[in-house]
């Protein structure tokens, strides 16, 4: 059978948390065996070599095979430029210059050549001396025709007497969902301050694969600091704010042992199997990666939408230092509302002057809060002039002396008229700024049969914004109601009187909600289970603080799927907390409950779930509704392939 790359016992096929092991064999007297091998091969090949005609065969499935190599693999005293890989067959090398990891890692990237059959690596710098060097071409080098590739395929050898062999392996991870990190750059450094990780080149590195693990071998004795990395500059180390970062605790010690075993002694002439195994230690490494809260402001973007209304996005919150000022035209008193969004990151500024919002060009001078170069806080000033045109609306042709209609808005809401759910408020909505809102001009009724009885209501305005108010209310399930608001209860800063609103609603049945009860044991300490949207943007639709294991319960839930996230709350503050790396900060931990829940109107899931978070933890989410599908789905082909038989 023909075998490809190299001795696959080179290359980390599976990680457990236990000591890496790799297996060495001794075999005596089989010179018989090989040459009967020898000869049969020589046989079947050459019967198989004969010339006719083509009729197709089956198609090629196996990897290229590496009949030769210049410098030897794991070859030491190499003083060449390149390295130089021929192939039993040609090779496509495409993706090689991508996926290419050389360690210790070069400043300048390698050329990828073929000639031929031969792949060549030539390297454009100087070669460490006394090192080993690990080239890791992943899955980037496969045949021609097919493409099948060769998995892990490593290539190492030492520019000196030595050939180091040592390896540290494990998993990157989001800290935020526990997905694995795909492509990110692990780093070994024997610097042991952190700020090597942010102005020094790593002494080895890795990358991870699709399920985020890694593997680092090659490595010489010695302590290391292993750091993980989303490296968006390319520059091998930390300095660009939108990085993802990940830290092992502790000093990273590599060694190997190997570990003698007593196997059993086969009779025959001169046949004996000695076997052993390699420890390789430590154990895998598991990083949580996340991203640092770092204050760095700057204005994102900005645009004029329509006339009197100029956005403007900014990168973090802003404090209470922030002006807006107009340059051009010259601002009346009051000539702005400005509304923000709950983090404060978002400004609206509405413009309280017609003739403002009907002028083409407006420039403004933004005043926010920046970080310095020695990290001070100092304040920032900003020119923007923003532009709009007014769309030509066709002219109106009026009777003699009818005058214009008086402008009027009208006001939003979010009511469902026909099963408005239980738990959720009314909100009132003005497309812009409000004057004034009479307030008493908002009315609630209910109906029991005829009966129609108006409910009191407390109108509240919402804090952050001068277009919104919300009316909280416990609603009866499967009951008539009616919401009605006055003509000109409300008057926008423009002087335009609000219409009439007049709606009648229902609100939903009570059975058509389901609920979770979830006993939780095994907390070490306080934590925040939060109920999520099943989705990848894991919105959260309740959550709840506790501080010991208990009993808590999500109700009013629609008959959708929903996952449960819980969130290791070290410092009690009600949400999860991100990591320091100057700090030794870890992320607050995660773990997510094992199964994707499907609600279902009317019905109650008890659950228990017993906490048990360990560094190798693996999110696995078993949807039961999917799962009996797959296997009623695989009954019914089963049953088919049988009739078909028959």
């Not at 609206?348 to 806080?377: A, C, G, I, P």
Request: glycine share 4%; net charge neutral; aromatic share 12%.
């Amino acid at each position: 059978m023909k075998q490809t790359g190299f001795d696959t016992n080179e290359n980390l096929q599976q990680i457990s948390p236990y000591p890496i092991r790799m297996s060495y064999f001794k075999l005596k007297s089989i010179f018989p065996l090989l040459f009967g091998i020898s000869f049969f091969y020589l046989i079947f090949y050459t019967s198989c070599a004969n010339i006719g005609s083509p009729t197709g065969g089956e198609k090629d499935s196996i990897p290229p095979v590496v009949v030769k190599t210049i410098p030897e693999l794991r070859g030491t005293n190499f003083k060449g430029s390149e390295v130089r890989l021929t192939f039993d067959e040609y090779i496509n090398s495409d993706e090689i210059s991508e996926k290419l990891v050389i360690s210790p890692p070069m400043k300048k990237k390698p050329q990828i050549k073929m000639k031929g059959k031969t792949l060549i690596v030539e390297f454009t710098q100087d070669l460490r001396k006394e090192s080993t060097y690990s080239l890791d071409f992943k899955d980037a080098v496969a045949d021609n025709n097919e493409k099948n590739p060769i998995k892990d395929f490593r290539f190492s050898f030492s520019t000196g007497q030595q050939f180091d062999s040592l390896k540290v392996a494990g998993y990157v991870k989001n800290a935020i969902n526990q997905e694995p990190v795909e492509k990110a750059l692990v780093m070994l450094h024997r610097q042991k301050e952190y700020t090597a990780f942010i102005d020094s080149v790593p002494d080895y590195i890795g990358t991870t694969d699709k399920d985020g693990l890694f593997m680092i071998d090659n490595l010489a004795p010695g302590s290391y600091r292993l750091y993980a990395l989303t490296d968006a500059d390319n520059s091998l180390t930390y300095n660009a704010n939108s990085e993802l970062i990940a830290f092992a605790d502790s000093l990273i010690v590599p060694s190997a042992k190997y570990v003698a075993q007593t196997d059993t002694v086969i009779q025959g002439a001169d046949t004996l199997l000695v076997s052993g195994h390699v420890d390789y230690l430590p154990v895998p490494q598991y990083l949580m990666m996340f991203e640092e809260v770092k204050f760095d402001q700057y204005l994102d973007s900005y645009n004029r939408n329509q006339g009197n209304k100029c956005d403007f996005y900014f990168s973090e919150s802003l404090s209470d230092s922030f002006q807006i000022n107009l340059l051009k035209p010259a601002p009346t008193k009051d000539w702005s509302y400005i509304e923000s969004n709950l983090k404060r990151d978002s400004i609206t500024v509405w413009l309280t002057d017609t003739v403002f919002s009907k002028t083409d060009s407006l420039k403004f001078e933004l005043k926010y809060q920046v970080l310095d170069s020695l990290n001070q806080l100092v304040i920032k000033r900003d020119t923007i002039e923003m532009l709009y045109t007014a769309p030509k609306t066709p002219k109106v042709k009026r009777k003699k002396g009818e005058l214009p209609p008086v402008p009027t808005i009208n006001l939003g809401n979010n009511i469902n008229s026909s099963a408005h759910d239980l738990y959720q408020r009314i909100k009132i909505e003005a497309p812009e700024p409000l004057s004034s809102f009479d307030t008493t001009k908002v009315k609630l009724y209910s109906f029991e049969d005829t009966i129609k009885t108006r409910i009191p209501i407390i109108v509240q305005k919402d804090t952050n914004s001068v277009r919104k108010y919300f009316i909280e209310h416990q609603w009866a399930p499967n009951t008539s109601y009616q919401f009605q608001v006055d003509s000109a209860a409300a008057y926008n800063i423009y002087g335009y009187p609000s219409n009439k609103i007049d709606q009648k609603f229902r609100t939903q049945k009570e059975d058509y909600y389901g609920k979770i009860i979830l006993t939780i044991s095994g907390l070490s300490e306080p934590a925040i289970v939060q109920l999520l949207g099943n989705d990848k943007d894991e919105k959260i639709l309740q959550k709840i603080q506790i501080l010991e294991d208990g009993k808590i319960e999500f109700p009013y839930l629609k008959p959708e799927k929903y996952t449960i996230k819980l969130i290791l709350d070290s410092n009690k503050n009600g949400k999860w907390d991100t990591g320091y790396l100057a700090e030794s900060k870890q992320p607050e931990e995660i773990v997510y409950y094992p199964k994707i829940i499907k609600v279902r109107s009317n019905f109650e899931y008890k659950e228990t779930w017993e906490i048990k978070y360990k560094p190798d933890y693996k999110k696995e989410l078993i949807d039961e509704e999917l799962e009996k599908e797959k296997a009623r789905k695989k009954e019914q082909d089963k049953k088919a392939e049988q009739n078909t038989d028959l």
